[in-house]
């Protein structure tokens, strides 16, 4: 079982940065690899980024490549999203989640309860 909580979230301007954590409690965190999906209003949730248990291997969408960078640091039991060059198009609620390497979020079994962030322009 694994827990996670988001934190990080805010309002930024159009250009500027933020950088959501996502602590998980639980001594099998670094068995999962951890992914972040977001959820804008009226929209289904949409993959952004994944990282292997190891952080060996990691995954963007096509829509954040070059600006989000994902990181975990398993002796602090916490997976990180840096974002960078934010656009009002990144708004959304951001949800980190457990579970098998992916960019479907059938494969995560473990949630957040999302932490919302607000780009504006």
């Known amino acids: 079982q694994v827990q996670l909580v988001e934190s990080g979230g805010g309002l930024v301007q159009d250009g500027g940065s933020l950088r959501l954590s996502c602590a998980a409690s639980?001594?099998?965190?670094?068995?999962?690899?951890m992914g972040w999906f977001r959820q804008a209003p009226g929209k289904e949730r949409e993959f952004v980024a994944a990282v292997t248990w190891s952080g060996g291997n990691t995954d963007y969408a096509s829509s954040v490549k070059g600006r989000f960078t994902i990181s975990r640091d398993n002796a602090k039991n916490t997976v990180y999203l840096q974002m960078n060059s934010l656009k009002p198009e990144d708004t959304a609620v951001y949800y980190c989640a457990a579970g098998r390497y992916s960019d479907y979020s059938a494969s995560y079994n473990y949630w957040g309860q999302g932490t919302q962030v607000t780009v504006s322009s």
């Open positions: 639980g001594r099998t965190f670094r068995s999962y690899a």
